[in-house]
């Protein structure tokens, strides 16, 4: 069983992760801190794509001494996806800290409860 832990360390870190992120998300009613569990996912989905792609002994795809041989080499695919993955999540959490900015604005609070309730009273 430990040795079952040990070799798969990464895949069950990224999966807690992931699981801290969502119940964040869906339990607390704070804007911010549910912003906050949405980039704890977003870490654990980049943490697992990146445990899936590497391989033990080998190196990254940059090759300097010309073309040799391609089983000595990493997929670069995780690591291309990761990398876009990380540029959409900072796009993401900008806009949803800019709308989160606009609505204490408007409604001096941050309590998703409380906004909807005000929300629903303007439409009477």
Excluded: C, W
Aim: proline residues 2%; hydrophobic residues 50%; aromatic residues 8%.
């Amino acid at each position: 069983m430990l040795t079952i832990i040990q070799e798969h360390l990464e895949e069950i870190v990224a999966v807690l992760l992931f699981a801290i992120g969502f119940t964040t998300l869906l339990l607390q009613r704070n804007l911010i801190k549910k912003i906050i569990g949405f980039n704890i996912m977003d870490t654990a989905i980049y943490l697992l794509l990146t445990s899936v792609g590497y391989i033990e002994g080998r190196t990254a795809p940059i090759l300097t001494d010309g073309i040799t041989s391609a089983q000595y080499y990493i997929n670069p695919i995780p690591a291309g996806l990761v990398l876009t993955g990380i540029v959409v999540s900072v796009s993401v959490t900008a806009l949803m800290l800019s709308l989160t900015v606009r609505l204490y604005r408007r409604y001096h609070t941050l309590d998703i409860d409380r906004i909807t309730l005000m929300m629903k009273g303007e439409d009477d």
